[in-house]
């Protein structure tokens, strides 16, 4: 991939409610108790930086209900996925799920959430951050990763990149989000494998688990959702030696209230965990309102590796498109660098023109 090496770069001019700088995460460090963080919805957050032709764990915006109003200092190719927030480049609605060019100087806004909590905004350059521990994650409760050294995002941070990509990335139609990803029911049903310690708790208490509706409860972040609803009552002790904890662990205190661990979670915790989540479902809690009600579905380990392999299939099969881009020059001055097919291109303007599924895409691009 040919870049130049003039530095990029966005201002945030309105923060929005909880906007931080993501990434897939950090797995290598749980055993000295730093937590995974990263993407709560991390199928959004793949498959749009699968639509920027990105790395999935390209960096990118996390925002939650209401989005950040952003500045571009310069070009940019994005795409923004999850939650449906409304966004808006000068005040014109824009398309989520499909690579949007942002010219200099303008300026990114989002309206009300449609439906779901969390949107992502991915940029097809890489910001010029530090890692922590081999991550761009932002993790507000150790104060690590991001840009404001584990803060969230906030009025007039600049946040450059690393380099400036001119390539164009996949133009595709062929993914329905809508089939797979939202789902737009009142009430819906998560996945669930019982255990680890499905033991702790009689067959009378496993059945009302699986057969009773819970409510999210208000007093749910990135570290877990809180779930209100029908006690789960131990056979005896409500406490285990500390262990580690998984992903969509579903752990039942004292209290006999539901707590789903999520992505900033603890380490290691000392309540019985009755089941947990296939992480394909992850995505529908994460998007979920408070007050939004569930219920669980019990599934056998097999079923949910089939279910996984499955999520992956579908990874892989979006934007498969050849790489037949054609490139025109016009007007040769105020020049930038632009290749095609290792050649130098001296252009402000140029034509795209691609064929995917027998369909022509044509573009005129106009960098300034």
Known sequence: MKSTQNKSSITILEPGIFSTIQDLGRYEYQQFGVPTSGALDQTAFKIGNLILGNEINNPGIETTLIGPKIKFNSSEWICITGANSNPMINNKKINMWTPQFVKKNSVLSFGKM????????????????????????????????????????????????????????????????KKHYINENTKFSLRVILGPHDDFFNSNNIKKFLQSDYVISPQSNRIGFRLNGPNIKHKSKSDIISE??????????????????????????????????????????VQSNPGQKISFEKIEIEEAINLYRSHNTLMKSILRLDQDLKIETKNSENKIQVYSNQKLLNTKSFNIKSKFKNKQFDLNIKLS
């Open 244 to 285: 580690g904890g998984a992903l969509g662990s579903i752990q039942i205190p004292g209290d006999g209230q539901p707590i789903v661990l999520l992505h900033d979670r603890g380490t290691t915790g000392g309540y019985p965990k009755i089941a947990t989540i296939s992480s394909v479902d992850i995505p529908k809690l």
């Open 114 to 177: 449609d439906w779901g909590v969390r949107s992502y905004i991915l940029f097809h350059n890489t910001f010029d951050l530090e890692q922590t521990m081999g991550s761009y994650s932002t993790n507000t409760s150790l104060q690590i990763g991001g840009h404001n050294k584990g803060f969230q995002l906030n009025a007039k941070d600049k946040i450059k990149f690393k380099k400036i990509k001119i390539n164009l990335p996949p133009l595709s139609n062929n993914f329905d989000y």
